[in-house]
């Protein structure tokens, strides 16, 4: 059984917990205890329908005081075809910076579009938030069809409007489903309401949506994570490299370039849990040993000699800037991109980007909470990567303030 | 391109980078040892992620007292077996050194108490960061913690002051005094575990399984074990049926449930039926308010 992880955006309004609570329901996820508890906060909220699926993803107190969702919330559920873990991010434009969380990890986005309202500016946020983090599938859920007659003319004319706007996006895979979070329809079950819709219904289609196409490239890419060393007179000269095989596959004996330092060497033995393999796939917790005694580190990249990423002090990136407090131009920083960390400062923020038109407008220099930017960093340390739209492991990275030790940013390298 | 996608390799390798980023970030690191089947997946992740090296950190578990016995049985031998450092602070000595109150009332429960012992150990050994086996799936404010979790000096979580964790990048710089809680199992729900449990074939405490067991049973239908540490009365209604536990925590405030479930295979089959959650059929401490988790976690608690 396979394993898809999915974001939810959209707001309270657009009845974006209420779809993802129809989904745990009607997939009978919840339990006894659980319905219980909810019935009998329905009552105290004064929800107007019997248990306000809502209240299931709402889990902090202040939430469910105000009715909307301050955080990202993980929920788990399973079918029999497939195991799911969703990311319930808020929808608001003061929460762009928990959206930006919840879409990074994810294999798909379901944007939440209110039947009644069609395209607004938050689905064209939700949408460019998922393009520039690389989300390999996005799903437009109208939602509310019920308020809408189920009309089909309607529907149409909204899945129009997005596919115009998204053009320009360079978005992977896109699909829409109409719906009614509320009803039920289409969420778990096809609805007989809609007879002129022939699609799958949202789970049906969570169920059986292509993951394969997530994998972007071949080339084989390892960061050193730690160094395990015995030191016991048995494992005396034992020194191996602890780490994730993060795309690609390793081979025993393939050449490899350690980098930054560029030297070469290859490898020697690859163990995965104390086994002796011949390779190592992608995702896989291994240990490599090399042929020779290289000096190697925490954060040092290894990786095949013939595909060689970019290693230098400089780079361009898009980021949103996810701290309370404002840019500080000329602050110094703290680069992380995996397990490498470097000194870093960001010597020029190129332009903003207007996150309901996608265009690049003219920077003043600052940043604050949830702006989107494109910046120029420069490093200490020289930093090996590839461009996120290529390698969305080895692109990414987060900005750390060196004295609140806060992550104050999230990017995406060009 | 072939990508493993069978949900528990991935879970694995999940679990173990993050452990690894444990060992590469911090100073002193501790895992949270409980006799639990939580804690003994992440010393068996462990194992994995760290051999033939030692583990970058010591096995740490606050004894309540209130612990069931084979648990704690369990504990030493398992550290024997894999030859790490355990180290165990008892609350009992914190009642007697801070002069607490002792739990009080027909179940007194030391799940307060605890916190202080925890602190305590974090201060002694000036640990930096503290692996524990919390799941997101078990309670709806554990639901919304990172998996890298900055404490404050006083242990305190602030759910709304929490750091962005984004794809696998995880921020463990603090200043001295604070800690970092980590959960590397996070992702995992009770169903996960077990099935990771039989895939590994991971031995357990004989408590997980159907035995024989006299029970009080409360007013609102929970099997409470009798032991020195519940008061007793003549009101009592004792029974004695066939139980397991389905969490083990102190044996004042966790529940047994009816069971046939002989063995691993067993569970599984049970809690696919089973439609009651993992906290809310065991766990009287969680029925106090609808944010009794979230006030435990701002407070230290894990």
Known sequence: ?414 | MKTQHDYLVQLEAEAIYILREVAGQFERPALLFSGGKDSICLVHLALKAFRPGKFPFPLVHVDTGHNFPEAIIYRDNLAKQIDERLIVRYVADTIQQKKLQDGKGKFPSRNGLQTYTLLDVIEEFEFDACIGGARRDEEKARAKERIFSVRDEFGQWDPKMQRPELWNIYNGKIHKGENVRIFPISNWTELDVWNYIKRENIQLPSIYFTHERECILTESGQLMNTNEFVKREETDVVVTKKVRYRTVGDMTCTAAIESEAYNVDDIITELKEARISERGATRMDDRVSEAAMEDRKKGGYF
């Open chain 1, 1 to 414: 059984m396979d394993l898809l992880r999915f974001f939810t955006a959209g707001n309270v309004d657009d009845g974006k917990s209420t779809l993802i609570g129809r989904l745990l329901y009607d997939s009978n996820s919840i339990s006894t205890d659980i319905i219980e508890t909810l019935t009998r906060q329905s009552k105290t909220v004064g929800a107007n329908t019997e248990i306000d699926l809502a209240l299931l993803t709402d889990g902090l107190r202040a939430e469910r005081e105000q009715g909307i969702t301050i955080d990202v919330a993980y929920k788990y559920f399973s079918t029999s075809k497939r195991k799911f873990i969703i990311a319930d991010t808020p929808g608001h434009i003061q929460y762009t910076r928990n959206m930006f969380t919840g879409a990074s990890n994810a294999d798909l986005a379901i944007i939440l579009v209110d039947a009644r309202n069609g395209i607004t500016d938050q689905t064209k946020r939700h949408t460019i938030i998922s393009a520039i983090l690389g989300v390999p599938h996005v799903l437009v859920c109208i939602n509310k069809m019920d308020l809408i007659d189920y009309s089909e003319e309607k529907y149409k004319q909204i899945e129009r409007d997005y596919l115009v706007f998204a053009e320009k996006l360079n978005l992977q895979n896109i699909g829409f489903i109409p719906a009614s979070a509320l009803a039920g329809d289409n969420v778990v079950t096809k609805s007989e309401k809609m007879p002129w819709y022939n699609g799958l219904s949202l789970l049906e289609f969570l169920e059986t949506v292509q993951l394969s196409e997530t994998q972007q490239t071949d080339e084989a890419r390892f960061q050193v994570q730690y160094v395990i060393r015995p030191q016991t007179e048995a494992l005396h000269d034992y020194r191996g490299f602890a780490g994730k095989v993060v795309s690609g596959a390793y081979k025993k004996g393939q050449r490899v370039t350690v980098l930054p330092s560029g030297i070469e060497s290859s490898i020697d033995k690859i163990e995965v849990n104390q086994n002796e393999v011949d390779v190592a796939e992608t995702n896989t917790p291994v240990v490599l040993h090399l042929k020779d005694d290289v000096d190697i580190s925490r954060g040092n990249t290894i990786v095949p000699s013939e595909f060689l990423p970019t290693t230098q002090k400089e780079l361009t990136a898009t980021i949103c800037w996810m701290d309370n407090a404002s840019y500080i131009p000329g602050q110094k920083i703290i680069l992380q991109q995996n397990s490498f960390r470097s000194k870093a400062v960001i010597k020029d923020v190129m332009s903003k980007i207007d996150i309901h038109s996608f265009q690049a407008l003219e920077s003043d220099g600052t940043m604050k909470l949830n702006d989107i930017c494109k910046v120029f960093i420069k490093t200490a340390e020289p930093i090996s990567f590839d461009s996120y739209s290529h390698n969305r492991n080895t692109g990414a990275f987060i900005l750390i303030n060196e004295n609140t030790n806060n992550t104050v940013a999230a990017g995406t390298i060009d």
